[in-house]
């Protein structure tokens, strides 16, 4: 993190980029623009190398063998983790969360190794797709409110002992695994299953991320009215009988 | 040859009977054309019935993400050049709608259907087609429907063995991939603005490179083919390399694109371009898109758009700014209840026109625009937004069910 610009970089928009993920980057990218920060977003394409020096990564969800392509790539180019050990941010959805954990299995049922960055194995889950509105409380270390997204895999992942559970659910089927858990997170790395996409369903999620690049405890607030409003519909629609 | 000569079987006689009066009772009800109901009733009494109403007739399947109603409605006003024509005119493209529009063409030459992605390579398989056109395929309804790549992979396989020519869209990877296991194909150039669902090659998954109008898989050596008619600005090229202007009622590139592949395939059928396309000059609206309705004194353009490639074909061709634009989104079931998509579409292209929210998930839609940077206003109702909108012809985009509710609303 150099003065006062950002590098974020979205990884895979050509494998991984099916449900809206494009939104995640353009939230954080406004909410970076709008505290008056110098932002430049790099687009990796998966036949490009990752870069080493961004400040916050985000990676999406995708169908299942993109999926597999991209986890065989980005495990060639190394690059990420290179990132993380300088002390990267990392936001993950989805395929994107499956594959920086240790294995998952992929579209032709094989056990394939991701890249470790999460503390988390996945799998293929028995019953029906997990499709539909979430809401989950986000483990109160984080210090923000509830989570209100969309949900739409069929993965499930058990959480190792050095990740925890991002948040816990009211509503909704997150992980997977029956536990109530919702995603999973260590110091700087993050992910879930949550669409919609999350970021702008929970602009403070995306804030969380520019602080932890910045490194700050507090950022200038912003006009989050039609923000708020959406959240109140969402939440509100999510706990009420359709 | 086509024309009604054989009779139906009894059975068959009985079901179209059945499926009629079924469709009676549900008009009478108060519940839509009955198209739906009554082929329902009529599929379920025989199972053969869509093959049986169908074998006296030159069938042309019309399937794609976008663009298949208008361009079902294109092939059928350019091939009455050359006889009857029975259609699912009104998109009702499933198989129990199908099979109620065959019903009511028995004196009919040709049947011109459009089929819902997913049914295609049943619908090839009982119909028997002489002619399957292609348009697009692009991400939709993802919380319900297949992947789209497992959509061409099923495409592919479905029409592996079919005896019909299928014309074909060579812009379009995912088409090509759909089409290249055919043995009679005619590639059609026809465009395809939304590339975002094929970056990844569809036979081995390597990255598509994209210079120019060209594409093609580095790896594998996948490739456009070379299309034998192609859309260039106004014009359509036919394999002589005759040049013919397409000068449609509907408005943009994407339909002049419909056009150009109606064009293909009504020369299937002996009826030469020019033919083909005057006929389609006299297309106004289709189901209600592209009407221009007044409503509350002001003049309003009803555009249908229900994923991001729609979304971007519609904003190239509404007015400049300062057009004032209504946008109206749902997420009910026909819809796709994943609102995730806005985020795909590029509303930055509507800086400069004034913008007027509407419809279930307006919120949704407030925050995308915010995001983009862009002044918009959130109306509870299509009055309101109409009302507050500045002077000027109005361009209201809607996605499926948003767009029904406008129907209603102005009484289109």
Redesign the interface.
Known sequence: MSDNSLRLVWIY???L???????NA??VE?RARQRGLDVQRVDV???QPIPTSGDIYLIGGG????QR?AAERLVRDGGLERAVSNGAIVFSVCAGYQILGKEFVNDVGQRQEGLGLLDVVSVRGEGERC??DVLADIDPRLGLPQLTG?E?HQGVTHLGPTARPFARLSMGRGNGTGDGTEGAYNDTVFGTYM???VL?RNPLVADLLLKLALDVNALPGLDDR??E??RT?RISAATQPA | MAGNTEPLSPRAKLAVTAGKAAAAVSRAAGRGSGSVIGGKVALRLDPDLLGALAQHLDVVLVSATNGKTTTTRLIAEALRASGPVVSNALGANMPAGITSALAGGSDAKYGVIEVDEKYLAGVARDVTPKVIALLNLS?DQ???AA????LAEKWREGLSGSKAVIVANCDDPLIVWSASSSQNVVWVAAGQEWK?DA??CPSC?G??QRPGDDWFC?ECGFRRPTPSWVLSGDHVLDPHGSAWPIHLQLPGRANKANAATSAAVAAVFGVPPQVALERMYQVQAVAGRYDVVSFLGREVRLLLAKNPAGWLETFSLIDPPPTPVVLSVNARGADG????????VDYTRLAGHPIFVIGDRK??L???L????LDFRVCETLDEAVQLAPPGQIELIANYTAFQDVRRRVGN
Request: glycine share 10%.
């Open positions: 928009p050509d494998l980029s099916t449900y809206g993920d494009q939104g353009l939230v406004r394409r998966s036949d169908e299942d063998r993109p392509l499709v539909g969309f739409n669409h919609g996409p702008a039609w923000y409003a959406l519909e | 991400r993802l919380d319900r992947e789209t790549r497992m975002d970056w990844s998954g990255v598509m580095g209840t994943d609102t995730s998509w806005l985020w795909d919120l949704d407030a925050v995308r915010e995001v983009a940077g």
